[in-house]
């Protein structure tokens, strides 16, 4: 079946731009996952939901990301007044249950200048 | 608090030798263990992963890892690479919650 899809794949913003990262998880799967990945690093933990609850954002680095998933589904990752620091890979993953495998989609590699 | 620890940021490795990727974590509680490789331009793909039961776990593309309590490793092998195996490798590790904690990677070159 269709895996973890992200969209856009690229994304170029202008420092103090607001930009808005989409995931489209595998269907079925409850649990979605926002992982932030800079060069030459492995991904750290933003935020989890839980169908459309989002039980965790303990990872998100300030109060200018944002994330959503109003309908248990499709997720969608904003950030608002974008900096150069924000420059990374951001990667979705679903998994079925909160304790299983995370699958990954390809992720959002986003470029603030 | 846990945390995971690869060894080697790099590996370069003749084709059809075996190889190694090194693990170490560290967690206050039982834990759950994955390897995830990542190739150029790409997400992850989970290789392989330990939940409970065997401590020696198989894995797609011939890969395998052996759950090591004691020495809280969780090492990665395969015993003969391909140039295609060329990637970088991530080993995580989950305290049974949801959230991943990965270490910083490990690039894996396989030499013709």
């Known amino acids: 079946g269709a895996g973890v899809s992200q969209s856009p794949r690229y994304k170029v913003a202008k420092r103090g731009q607001d930009v808005a990262l989409r995931c489209d998880p595998i269907?079925?799967?409850?649990?979605l996952f926002w992982y932030q990945q800079a060069l030459g690093q492995g991904p750290e933990f933003l935020t989890y939901f839980q169908n459309e609850a989002q039980l965790d954002k303990s990872g998100l680095p300030s109060d200018r990301f944002f994330a959503e998933r109003p309908e248990g589904s499709v997720s969608t990752l904003k950030i608002q007044r974008t900096q150069q620091e924000d420059s990374a890979v951001y990667l979705c993953a679903s998994s079925s249950d909160r304790q299983g495998a995370q699958y990954f989609g390809p992720g959002t590699r986003l470029l603030v200048l | 608090a846990q945390s995971v620890t690869q060894l080697d940021s790099q590996v370069p490795v003749f084709e059809e030798a075996p190889v190694e990727l090194r693990c170490n974590y560290s967690s206050s509680v039982s834990v759950y263990l994955f390897w995830y490789v990542q190739y150029p331009n790409q997400g992850l793909q989970l290789l392989l992963k330990y939940l409970s039961g065997s401590t020696l776990v198989k894995g797609i593309n011939g890969f395998e890892a052996e759950f090591n309590k004691s020495q809280t490793s969780f090492h990665l092998r395969k015993p003969s690479v391909h140039i295609s195996d060329t990637a970088e490798y991530f080993c995580a590790v989950s305290d049974k919650g949801y959230q991943l904690t990965f270490g910083k990677g490990t690039k894996l070159s396989v030499i013709p």
């Open positions: 269907s079925g799967h409850v649990s």
